[in-house]
């Protein structure tokens, strides 16, 4: 029987260290791009290691890291046998996107303003390095003796996590039987949508502008199948996902370059499209249905040489059987500590979570943060997290994790 009073007092008494442990995560940059995320794992390990824990680095071999599009990988294990039972695994990403510009505090400053930390990655996900260690210590004092609770801090989750969780599964590293994945504090997440990045490359010939005939425009040849996707675009309206807070397909054209002077004739277009899927949808036949409809606007320029090349199939998120009883055990903890109703429900973004799902394991999301991305600055200016909330998730996690190990709640799904 575990002490779940004994998980209160030991965080209520932790909350300045932990605090400090999350401000020197925050202070070392690790952005990807450009993704040279081994000094963070780093320092990430040697804080854990002053925490008493047992780091495992493994590092991703040099020539799969470049074809992930970074410069250094270390994934992070640390592994607590409680006893005989299942294997829970924790996963949250230290690599964060660059900072961009309109911050008013430094990005790697930790600065700490009315109970609000700021800085980069403070939110998605650092925090959760801090959630969780400190959820696994408050368990080492509740009496637990049963079951194993795994950390599992990678470094690619901005690059597609190909390379982070994938790669810890796939090589055998981690086999867990259930996993929870970074998320905020007001909800759980049990679904997300999938992606799918395209890359649409439109070659010509260039030519005097003068003589604009003797060539062949690509910028015309891209624009049709712009005006295509655009109007493939406005008819995702009519889908909408029976999972709450998901919403319609999306496509958004995020990047456009080409062209080589004001007075050329634009011989390459280069494009990249994001397509985002519901859970409902099979992510080999939404990749048809958009190449079908580049293709088919590309035949109205014949002279043009139109190629796609996909940069990412990311697959959505779908519960798997012991998500709703491994979601509602959680839901159960927050709503309490929250002191609000905490619920299931699915997100319109994709995650390193389906990698875990894809295996075989069911995972849900949850972690430090505020109600919503936007109230974070996620990826924008001024990111932040309210400490209360990091506080109020780790012993939402270290309840959890009691109740789900001590009765072995797994078995019963």
């Known amino acids: 029987m575990t002490d779940a009073q004994a998980i209160r007092d030991f965080l209520r008494a932790s909350r300045e260290a932990q605090t400090r442990f999350l401000a020197e995560l925050v202070k070392v940059p690790s952005d990807n791009p450009p993704g040279d995320c081994a000094p963070h794992a780093e320092r990430a390990g040697a804080l854990l290691e002053d925490l008493g824990f047992t780091v495992e680095r493994h590092r991703v071999p040099d020539d799969l890291v470049r074809a992930n599009g970074m410069a250094s990988a270390v994934n992070l294990v640390v592994r607590r046998r409680f006893g005989d039972g299942p294997v829970v695994a924790l996963n949250a990403h230290g690599d964060v996107v660059p900072p961009g510009e309109g911050w008013t505090k430094d990005p790697y400053g930790a600065e700490i303003v009315d109970g609000w930390m700021y800085g980069r990655g403070v939110a998605v996900s650092k925090s959760d390095f801090a959630t969780y260690a400190y959820a696994l210590l408050a368990l080492e004092k509740s009496g637990l003796d049963r079951g194993t609770v795994e950390l599992h801090l990678t470094y690619d989750e901005e690059a597609g996590g190909e390379i982070g969780p994938k790669w810890l599964l796939d090589e055998g590293i981690s086999k867990p039987d259930c996993a929870i994945g970074a998320g905020f504090s007001y909800g759980v997440v049990t679904a997300h949508n999938g992606c799918l990045h395209l890359e649409v490359e439109v070659n010509g010939k260039s030519a005097h502008a003068a003589l604009p005939g003797t060539g062949i425009d690509a910028l015309e040849a891209a624009t049709g199948v712009l005006n295509a996707l655009y109007a493939l675009r406005k008819t995702y309206g009519e889908t909408v996902s029976a999972v709450p807070g998901i919403g319609s397909p999306q496509l958004t054209v995020g990047l456009i370059k080409g062209g080589i002077n004001t007075n050329v004739v634009p011989d390459r277009i280069m494009l990249r499209l994001d397509r985002r899927m519901i859970p409902e949808e099979t992510p080999e036949a939404v990749e048809e249905g958009v190449r079908a409809v580049i293709a088919e606007a590309a035949r109205a320029f014949p002279q043009a040489r139109v190629a796609v090349r996909?940069?990412?199939?990311?697959?959505?998120?779908?519960?798997?059987?012991?998500?709703?009883?491994?979601?509602?055990?959680?839901?159960?903890?927050?709503?309490?500590?929250?002191?609000?109703?905490?619920?299931?429900?699915?997100?319109?973004?994709?995650?390193?979570?389906?990698?875990?799902?894809?295996?075989?394991?069911?995972?849900?999301?949850?972690?430090?943060?505020?109600?919503?991305?936007?109230?974070?600055?996620?990826?924008?200016?001024?990111?932040?997290?309210?400490?209360?909330?990091?506080?109020?998730?780790?012993?939402v996690v270290a309840l959890t994790l009691a109740d789900l190990l001590a009765a072995d709640l797994l078995a019963a799904s």
């Open 310 to 395: 996909r940069i990412l199939l990311a697959r959505p998120l779908k519960p798997l059987p012991g998500t709703d009883r491994l979601a509602g055990i959680l839901c159960g903890h927050a709503s309490r500590v929250m002191g609000e109703p905490v619920e299931a429900r699915g997100v319109p973004l994709y995650t390193d979570a389906r990698h875990y799902a894809d295996a075989g394991v069911p995972i849900i999301l949850y972690g430090a943060g505020p109600h919503t991305i936007e109230e974070a600055n996620a990826h924008r200016a001024d990111e932040r997290l309210p400490l209360s909330d990091l506080h109020k998730a780790t012993e």
